[in-house]
């Protein structure tokens, strides 16, 4: 029997779909697809539909705060008094022996917009430290900065409304039918009524979305710059182009253009492994379009030349004429619920609220009076990897982590475990035992989780949801921003004194008056009784903004787009050689989120792909003398993972791949594909080179 019902947004991932809770009378959480949501109109992917057993089995949440006086001793119960006196002591000390910046926070795109902006304001604001980084470096900084060069700021012009409006669709670095299953279902839908529009797909691997295209580009890892430039190159040439636009609307096209006629279609071809008919029929497809949409995601931000792959793609859309207009547009996919939240409050290091920059000395003085503090320090505080490296180095001694998990999710996860065992002091906000990261705390946060606490967050397509608190975290757990506050309170700090989440996005909304992203219209009423908005909502009545540039007027100082040349069209990652002679690349799998400490818990998500393979071409299987099932050996130089072989020719030669989940907790550290991975990472973005880690793979022989 059904008690009450409310409605709430997925946790999940970046696309941002609707769902109504129920609970039953033994107070059990149900979900169900929201039929009117605009997003997923009635749809759930797996991992959605599957969240009530997430929310109803509380056998892993930590309940308590817990704490070591040393690291010889074990954590113990202690009470929230204790907990948050110890940390702000051990802060304070820290920031008075060695200064502000050997503190740090590392938070994530899953935590509420409110949560985002508090421990920034926090962070920039009071510690007096840019020390502030989120997961979000791992996944979407290089396209951050792709926007910022294109167009001025960090937006995604597009809207998943846009989806039904396109006939061309080029899908790169990107398996939405996995990882962003409802978006690629609007898709499928949208081509299954019109068979004409076309999709492409660039990839190494043959995805279920690229066995769904009409053409599959299966490029050499790392050549995505060259073959966008030979497409726009082919473009030109066919003459499908337009030149209003480009003329009226965009600098930079000499430049581009000598770029992209330094390097034949031919040669490119033979740069990336893709057939050259194949380049000119994805050029033609483009070019004959009366909407181009191109979606990405990992495949291209998390490389060293991420932030050229970025622009290289948007110029594709720029060349064209193909941005703020029904139908069209570049479309990145964000992979966590608030990855596009946390941009929107500055929560990088190099970033300030309401997309000011840091490095901008009057957004510096405009963020420091807001808050009523004197200054925000100049100086770049540490990005993700960075972070690390000065916990592994003594330079920074003490990082907060919350609601993330580092220890599976970082690359080169041997010299993760290094640095945070050289950590004078770790703080973990967590809501499970399940996070790996976890053993490495001195001091354990309960965190309260989806359902417990009321927030907002907002999606891919800039659409921004309320989630209502449904019931009350277990044990002694406390939502993020409660304990937050708490903290900065008993570090004597001013303007932390909220009573709710409601008015702490009320501080954040009037910050956004008069910018581009202005939601000082857009209340918790509003949120509630309306439903979703997409910003800029910037007028009491207004309804919010699918689209951006309809005006063609972008926000860069001319108000024109920009193409920008890449600093590198060749990939600067590590090369493969004789000792390491494969890429090895790496990704989702369907059923499973980050590092399964949610999903991990449902049985029935564990079917699809239950334990961690690793996916090679049969010519190299052969050339290494192994068999579909053996148990394989695959080293870098960073270290060393075992799973066993799937021979399968949808991946190509050359190149090999593990699923991205697997952690220490869930089996052994052999399966943790940041075993290996290198630790290069994008000079703009500082997004690491996940893509492309050079191995050797050979049958494990047990000694
Ligand atoms: Fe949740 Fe993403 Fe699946 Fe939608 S597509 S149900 S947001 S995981």
């Not at 369907?590 to 590092?595: F, G, M, N």
């Not at 993972?641 to 090999?656: E, F, L």
């Amino acid at each position: 029997m059904i008690k009450n019902e409310a409605k709430t947004t997925c946790s999940y991932c970046g696309v941002g779909c609707g769902i109504i809770i129920k609970k039953d009378i033994d107070n059990k959480v149900l979900v169900e697809a929201d039929p009117n949501h605009p997003v997923s109109q009635g749809m759930l992917c797996s991992k959605g539909m599957n969240l009530h057993y997430v929310v109803n089995d509380t056998s892993d949440r930590i309940l308590y705060p817990e704490m070591r006086w040393s690291r010889s001793h074990p954590r113990e119960r202690v009470s929230w008094d204790d907990a948050l006196d110890r940390a702000s002591g051990v802060f304070k000390s820290l920031i008075k022996k060695y200064g502000p910046d050997s503190v740090a926070f590392y938070v994530s795109g899953q935590s509420l917009t409110e949560e985002y902006y508090i421990a920034n304001k926090l962070t920039k604001g009071f510690l007096g430290t840019n020390n502030i980084d989120t997961n979000s470096r791992l996944c979407m900084s290089s396209a951050v900065v792709g926007y910022k060069k294109a167009f001025g700021e960090d937006i995604v012009p597009v809207s998943y409304e846009d989806i039904e409006l396109a006939d061309c669709f080029l899908i790169t670095g990107a398996n939405p039918a996995w990882c962003h299953p409802i978006i690629f279902r609007r898709i499928e839908k949208h081509k299954e009524k019109n068979p004409h529009v076309q999709i492409i797909v660039i990839d190494p691997r043959k995805t279920d979305s690229a066995s769904f295209a009409d053409l599959h580009l299966q490029l050499i890892p790392g050549t995505d710059v060259i073959l966008y430039n030979a497409i726009g190159r082919r473009l030109f040439e066919r003459g499908l182009i337009d030149d209003h636009f480009i003329k009226n609307h965009t600098e930079g096209f000499k430049e581009y253009k000598d770029l992209i006629f330094s390097t034949s279609v031919k040669d490119a071809a033979r740069l990336c492994g893709v057939p050259e008919k194949d380049i000119r029929k994805a050029a033609d497809i483009i070019g004959l379009s009366k909407g181009f949409i191109s979606m990405w995601a990992m495949g291209l931000n998390q490389s060293a030349i991420g932030t050229d792959k970025n622009v290289s793609l948007i110029n594709l859309s720029l060349i064209t004429g193909q941005v703020g207009k029904p139908g069209s547009g570049p479309f990145s996919l964000t992979g966590q619920p608030n990855a596009m939240g946390g941009r929107e409050v500055g929560g990088m290091a190099n970033l300030l609220a309401v997309h000011k920059d840091l490095a901008n000395e009057e957004h510096r003085r405009e963020v420091a009076q807001f808050w009523g503090v004197d200054k925000i320090s100049p100086k770049p505080g540490l990005t993700a990897t960075e972070m690390f490296d000065a916990l592994e180095s003594g330079t920074l001694k003490a990082v907060w982590i919350m609601c993330t998990n580092p220890l599976v999710s970082l690359p080169n996860i041997n010299k993760i475990e290094k640095a945070m065992a050289n950590a004078k002091f770790v703080v973990v906000q967590e809501i499970s035992h399940k996070s790996d990261t976890v053993a490495f705390a001195d001091l354990v946060l309960p965190a309260a989780g989806w359902l417990e606490k009321e927030g907002t967050m907002t999606n891919s397509e800039r659409r921004i949801s309320y989630l209502p608190k449904e019931m009350e975290p277990p044990g002694e757990a406390r939502p993020d921003v409660e304990i937050l506050c708490d903290f900065a309170q008993r570090m004597g700090f001013r303007g932390f004194n909220f009573n709710s989440a409601e008015e702490v996005y009320n501080e954040y909304c009037s910050m956004t008056k008069g910018t581009n992203m202005d939601i000082s219209f857009l209340n918790y009423d509003r949120l509630k009784n309306e439903g979703t908005f997409q910003w800029p909502v910037p007028e009491y009545r207004h309804q919010g903004t699918p689209r951006l540039f309809e005006d063609k007027k972008f926000y860069t100082p001319s108000k024109k787009a920009i193409f920008n040349v890449p600093q590198s069209i060749v990939n600067t990652s590590v090369m493969p050689d004789e000792a390491f002679p494969l890429i090895l690349t790496n990704g989702r799998i369907r059923d499973q989120w980050h590092t399964m400490t949610k999903t991990g818990k449902v049985s029935r998500l564990k079917t699809h792909y239950p334990i961690p393979v690793l996916e090679i071409n049969p010519v190299d299987a052969f050339i290494n003398k192994i068999k579909d099932g053996d148990i394989t050996e695959i080293k870098s130089k960073n270290g060393v993972v075992r799973v066993r072989a799937k021979v399968t020719d949808s991946i190509r030669k050359g190149v090999v791949f593990l699923p991205m989940h697997w952690g220490k907790q869930l089996e052994n550290d052999l399966n943790r594909v940041n075993n290996l991975t290198n630790t290069v990472v994008d000079p703009f973005s500082k997004e690491p080179d996940f893509k492309f880690t050079t191995v050797s793979v050979s049958k494990y022989k047990k000694p």
